[in-house]
């Protein structure tokens, strides 16, 4: 057989296909669809792609609207860095969707660059992201975090895009850390099937857009948190979430629909916190912090002695009481059906302050022929320069006059500040109303396109 020449060996070599399993397989398709939204004339335009380990390269990014790798032959095996979507030319994308992609860590910044972000719908939904940290610049519309393990949630100190958020299947015990959803623009909060036992009313106290809560598949604790929950929501919200708790604790309430539950029946167990206290010449000042439901009952000792007339959770004993002079050595003790719980405070006795003497004004002395004079002047010595006028007698000084120099008026005008003041005051609500007003008219018209697409499916 005859020998190739080993010029000719390289070239076939090179020549030869690359084994598929060497090179990355990304292949993605394009396609158009037609808008039902009266606000957008421009169809949508997707790019649906599949075996991507990166966000994929198109020839033509700017013309995508939808960019979709939720197919489960996606892996983002790299960190979506600051500017990722750009870099690759993705400027008008108005849904995002990176469910199940492998996706570990991620910079928010990486959606920098995103015109109107604040209208995207972003979904990361079925990853292992454990912490997401987000700015007013990177906050999108809607934001499905659903099955990852979230520990720690940003929101943003101010989060006006942000309407939806699904937190669901996230194994969560408690709230992330950063995620309190005060003073929030949240119209609708997914927590269902997690591991919550409790939910605070004050999560959701200053939260004034919120419209749909769900909690269904949690363990919660029935006891009087969970009822005051209830009852801010109906009360202040409008709306019942009773229906989907079921309580998994206490054990009398197992199974227990919070909806067939009275309200006003939800007890907590009693807690005596602290005795904390003040102390004046003038007065005593005690307070015993206590929790529970139905409220306990206060008893105060001083001493040995049971004071029957301090029958409060708040005691302030003036000076002219007689347990002003008794022994300071005070209990508080906390009952209620739940038991009794006591703490005690030993205060010290404050020591008496030394008055400081008045302070002396110097004394000035005129000499002269006639009787001696003393007068006592209202200035310092230091604000005195004496000019002595000397009058020679026979040798001799006959007398002596101090002269005050003369006094020089210092207008100190300050007519200006009240006008600065009130000038400052009138521009600051003139501030406060355009934000009022900008925030009043992004709400009605996200209300209006909610309506539209509503009766058009309808």
């Excluded at 939720?70 to 849904?95: A, D, E, P, V, Y």
């Amino acid at each position: 057989m005859a020998k190739i020449p080993p010029f000719l060996s390289l070239i076939l070599l090179l020549c030869m296909p690359t084994s598929p399993q060497l090179t990355s397989a990304c292949t993605c398709t394009f396609f158009k669809e037609s808008s039902t939204s009266i606000f957008q004339e421009e169809p949508s335009t997707t790019l649906r792609c599949s075996g991507c380990s990166e966000i994929p390269t198109y020839h033509d990014p700017r013309s995508i609207t939808h960019l979709d790798l939720s197919s489960g032959s996606n892996k983002l095996t790299n960190k979506l860095i600051s500017n990722t979507f750009i870099n690759k030319g993705f400027f008008n994308l108005k849904h995002i969707n990176l469910s199940n992609t492998g996706i570990v860590d991620i910079d928010m910044d990486a959606f920098l660059g995103i015109k109107e972000f604040g209208e995207v719908t972003l979904d990361l939904s079925y990853n292992s992201i454990s912490s997401i940290i987000m700015s007013r610049f990177t906050n999108p519309k809607i934001l499905n975090l659903r099955g990852n393990p979230i520990k720690n949630l940003e929101l943003g100190w101010f989060a006006p895009a942000l309407s939806d958020l699904d937190l669901s299947n996230c194994s969560l015990n408690k709230i992330p850390t950063g995620a309190s959803f005060t003073k929030k623009y949240l119209d609708r909060l997914n927590l269902d099937s997690n591991r919550l036992t409790s939910l605070p009313w004050t999560e959701l106290r200053d939260n004034n857009f919120l419209m749909e809560l769900s909690l269904k598949d949690n363990p919660w604790r029935c006891d009087c948190h969970m009822d005051f929950l209830r009852e801010y929501l109906l009360n202040m919200r409008g709306f019942d979430v009773s229906s989907d708790v079921v309580c998994a604790s206490p054990p009398e309430m197992e199974g227990k629909k919070l909806s067939l539950i009275p309200r006003g029946e939800l007890s907590c167990p009693l807690e005596n916190k602290r005795l904390i206290g003040d102390v004046s010449k003038h007065k005593i000042m005690l307070g015993c912090l206590t929790e529970g439901v139905p409220e306990p009952k206060i008893e105060w000792h001083q001493g040995t002695l049971r004071r029957e007339d301090l029958l409060v959770s708040v005691l302030v004993i003036s000076a002219n009481n007689s347990a002003y002079e008794g022994v300071w050595h005070f209990w508080c003790t906390a009952k209620s059906a739940h038991g009794i719980a006591t703490r005690e405070l030993t205060l010290t006795r404050p020591t008496p302050t030394p008055q400081p003497l008045p302070r002396q004004q110097p004394v000035y002395i005129r000499t002269t022929t006639e009787p001696v004079e003393i007068t006592t002047e209202e200035t310092t010595v230091s604000q005195i320069q004496p000019q002595l006028i000397r009058e020679a007698k026979n040798g001799s000084f006959s007398k002596i006059v101090v002269q005050d120099p003369p006094q020089t008026t210092i207008t100190d005008d300050t007519s200006i500040y009240p006008i600065l003041l009130v000038i400052g005051t009138l521009g600051l609500i003139i501030l406060i109303f355009l934000v009022a007003l900008i925030v009043i008219g992004t709400r009605l018209m996200r209300k209006l396109n909610h309506l539209i697409e509503h009766n058009k499916t309808h």
